[in-house]
């Protein structure tokens, strides 16, 4: 199976190769041919100048779910009794698509002496809030999670799910879509409704955010999506606002197959790379471990975190943890700052959704300045320097 | 002990560049690899069966030529591979891979662990790996950066999460997903890749795994793609020349002045 081309409208211009995430399409004399390694993604028909390129339609299972399900919901992901940023960015959005589909926002909230937490969802904007509070959930183990939240969903049928795309969310949210037999798309960075349909619109990068892709789950329910932290704006917060709490118990057989038997908190490097507004990231160009001091004073003087390029890391001049790229981190901060990186594709996937980037290369034709709003052409070790004098001015300290 | 490693055939995006026009690839020749996070699976799997015992299965999901990862596979030194192939694949979303996996993975009996990549870079979605333990009724881990306990029956590893990490005891049979802290690959041996030559390569489709057309690939999917198109790459682009001095303080101050910093905190 692949995309279907018509022969009378092909010219065999080649623009589909070229927008082939997957290597599909060959010219084979004067028309393009499919071959085996399409994923039916459909970027050649959208490339097509000619429109000679068609998806095939394809009968899918019509199961009834999506004309009983209403409301939108939100995971209330938390730990230790502390919720990440995204749950009131995912209650913002939330209660955007609520409006628009013209039905409740949910919370629901698991975990164990959550004692005050409901309020802090009503004020961020649920109506209702479902809270499981139980010892047997007091750490997060996937299974007995999915559990709960497979059952409430079974038993409530909301039309959509949102939960952030955080560590936790995205082990969680694949078993819970699995578990209630729908459809789920990850990492979301934009979301949107289709009014007459009722349909979710989900867009996010895909082969290392080098496409955008948006998707529907058109027949099952609930639409699930994790979001990606930090790309939706918060809502408003409304103390004292009311809403309607329902308690949801365990039932005795439930139980987690896994243990948790300690949580590390690594507050000692500063790695919260996901969470973080400013990242401030080091590459090659520092030349060594030693240059990475100059690179955590301006993280620390914008209340930023260190990142730091694979080309850093294999070096060994800083930790794993820290790497941002397709293999490390993704990252979407408001500031990100690349100090002597060259921007490889695989260092710029990790990055390029920052709503603004600053790169400091003494070589002007770094890929990185393709994707910089500022890019500074210059020698890093005198302009770090002078951006930490500038602020220290502005700040009235020196 | 009998582990599964599932890996995947991806476009190999290390010599791509980005047009700095559209935003595209520019893909000049590019070649398949395993799934960059897939070795990482495969290096946890041998270094789990050098503890336990046991026989590593490798198993892919693809197109006739995804035939190279599970050879790739043997030479690192996994005892036998599995190509799920079938024209019918295609298109397939998360839920429908795992359709496929998990069923190849009961299909071989007796599996005590499944071990998985992070995620793909091609899809990035992560999902494959829980969706599978969910299907099987497994429980899993994910995200496994490190391992302090490899017993027969069960393991403690070290998961890494948002503000540190956090230490799991998983009974067995369980499924793991590995990140990139598990450990270095190690390079193919010469007797696995004089094995590998010779290997003739197991395959099931779709009917051989109990699967009928409209549970897998695109007809078998929860989820559709409905637009592609390139990122926009908002905001106006400057380019700060001059001597230090004036661009370090210049960036700041048009930093300043657009919000992006506070000078008040
Ligand atoms: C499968 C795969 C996955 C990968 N995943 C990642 C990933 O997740 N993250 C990642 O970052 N990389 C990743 N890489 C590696 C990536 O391809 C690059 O090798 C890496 O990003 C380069 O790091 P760098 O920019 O620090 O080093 P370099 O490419 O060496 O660049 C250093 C830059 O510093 C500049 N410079 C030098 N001195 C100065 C100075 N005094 N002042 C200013 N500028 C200076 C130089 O002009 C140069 O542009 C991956 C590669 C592969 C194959
Ligand atoms: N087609 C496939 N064949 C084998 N393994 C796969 C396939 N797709 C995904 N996986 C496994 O699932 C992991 C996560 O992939 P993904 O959910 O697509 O990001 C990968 O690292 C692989 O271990």
Redesign the interface.
């Known amino acids: 199976?692949?995309v279907i081309i018509d022969k009378e409208l092909c010219t065999g211009c080649g623009q589909c190769l070229?927008?082939c995430?997957?290597?599909a399409l060959e010219l084979e004399g004067d028309f393009a041919q499919v071959?085996?390694?399409?994923?039916?993604?459909?970027?050649c028909a959208?490339a097509c100048p000619e429109e000679a390129i068609t998806v095939p339609e394809?009968?899918?299972?019509q199961d009834g779910r999506a004309a009983q399900a209403k409301g939108v919901w939100v995971f209330a992901e938390q730990?230790g009794g502390q919720m990440?940023e995204v749950v009131a960015e995912l209650l913002g959005q939330g209660r955007r698509l609520a409006r628009e589909l013209d039905v409740e926002v949910g919370a629901v909230l698991l975990g164990h002496g959550l004692d005050g937490m409901a309020g802090e969802l009503f004020a961020l904007g649920a109506d209702v809030v479902y809270l499981a509070d139980d010892p047997r959930l007091a750490?997060?183990?996937?299974?007995i999670y999915?559990t709960v939240l497979a059952r409430l969903i079974a038993e409530h049928r909301p039309e959509v799910f949102l939960a952030g795309a955080?560590?936790?969310g995205?082990?969680?949210i694949?078993?819970v879509?699995?578990?209630a037999?729908?459809?789920?798309?990850?990492?979301c960075t934009g979301l949107a409704i289709d009014p007459d349909k009722r349909l979710l619109?989900q867009t996010r990068?895909?082969?290392?955010?080098?496409?955008?892709?948006?998707?529907?789950?058109?027949?099952?329910r609930p639409q699930m999506a994790t979001v990606r932290p930090r790309v939706m704006k918060r809502g408003g917060r409304q103390d004292g606002r009311q809403g309607r709490l329902v308690a949801v118990s365990l039932t005795p057989e439930d139980r987690?197959?896994?243990?948790?038997?300690?949580?590390?908190?690594?507050?000692d490097e500063q790695v919260?790379l996901?969470?973080a507004e400013v990242v401030v990231t080091g590459g090659r160009g520092l030349g060594g471990p030693e240059g990475f001091d100059l690179v955590r004073q301006l993280a620390t003087a914008?209340?930023g975190v260190v990142g730091a390029t694979r080309g850093a890391v294999d070096s060994e001049w800083i930790g794993?943890a820290h790497?941002v790229g397709?293999?490390?981190r993704?990252v979407a901060p408001?500031?990100y700052i690349a100090l002597g990186v060259s921007g490889a594709?695989?260092h710029?996937?990790g990055m390029?959704g920052s709503?603004?980037i600053?790169a400091v290369n003494n070589d002007p034709n770094a890929?990185i300045?393709?994707?910089?709003?500022?890019?500074?052409?210059?020698?890093l070790f005198?302009?770090?320097?002078?951006?930490l004098?500038?602020?220290k001015t502005?700040?009235g300290q020196g | 002990m009998k582990i599964a490693v599932c890996i995947k055939q991806v476009p190999d995006t290390a010599n791509v560049k980005l047009d700095p026009e559209t935003h595209t690839l520019k893909r000049e020749g590019v070649e398949s690899i395993v799934n960059p996070f897939d070795l990482f699976a495969l290096e946890a799997a041998l270094r789990i069966r050098e503890q336990a015992g046991g026989e590593i299965v490798a198993i892919t999901m693809g197109p006739p030529q995804a035939e190279a990862v599970i050879k790739e596979a043997i030479g690192y030194g996994v005892d036998e591979g599995l190509l799920l192939s079938d024209r019918a694949f295609a298109g397939a979303d998360t839920w429908a891979t795992t359709a496929a996996l998990a069923k190849a993975i009961e299909g071989l009996g007796g599996v005590d662990l499944v071990v998985c990549g992070k995620q793909a870079v091609d899809g990035d979605t992560a999902q494959v790996g829980p969706g599978i333990a969910q299907r099987l009724g497994l429980p899993h881990v994910a995200f496994v950066k490190g391992f302090r306990e490899i017993e027969n029956r069960r393991l403690v590893v070290e998961r890494q999460m948002d503000d540190g990490f956090d230490v799991v005891e998983m009974p067995l049979p369980g499924l793991i997903t590995v990140v990139r802290e598990v450990g270095e690959p190690r390079p193919p041996s010469l007797k696995g890749k004089m094995r590998a030559k010779k290997y003739a390569i197991p395959m099931k489709d779709a009917a051989q795994l109990g699967l009928e057309a409209g549970q897998v690939g695109l007809a078998g999917s929860f989820t559709q793609v409905v637009k592609v198109f390139a990122p926009s790459h908002g905001g106006e682009r400057h380019r700060l020349e001059g001597p230090p001095e004036q661009t370090g303080a210049q960036v700041i101050d048009a930093l300043v002045d657009n919000q992006v910093i506070m000078l008040g905190s």
């Open positions: 199976m692949g070229d927008s995430p997957f290597e071959n085996d390694s399409c994923t039916l993604c459909g970027a959208e394809v009968e899918r299972a730990r990440p750490e997060f183990n996937d299974d999915c955080t560590s936790l995205r082990s969680l694949p078993r879509a699995t578990a037999a729908t459809g789920l798309t990850a990492d619109l990068p895909a082969f290392g955010g080098n496409i955008m892709a948006t998707i529907i789950c058109p027949d099952a987690a197959a896994t243990q948790v038997l300690e949580v590390v908190q690594a507050l919260n996901t969470g914008l209340g794993h790497q397709q293999t490390g993704t408001k500031l594709v695989q710029l996937v390029q709503d603004n600053v890929p300045f393709d994707v910089a709003h500022y890019g500074i052409v210059g020698d005198e302009v770090a320097p002078a951006m004098n500038r602020l502005l700040r």
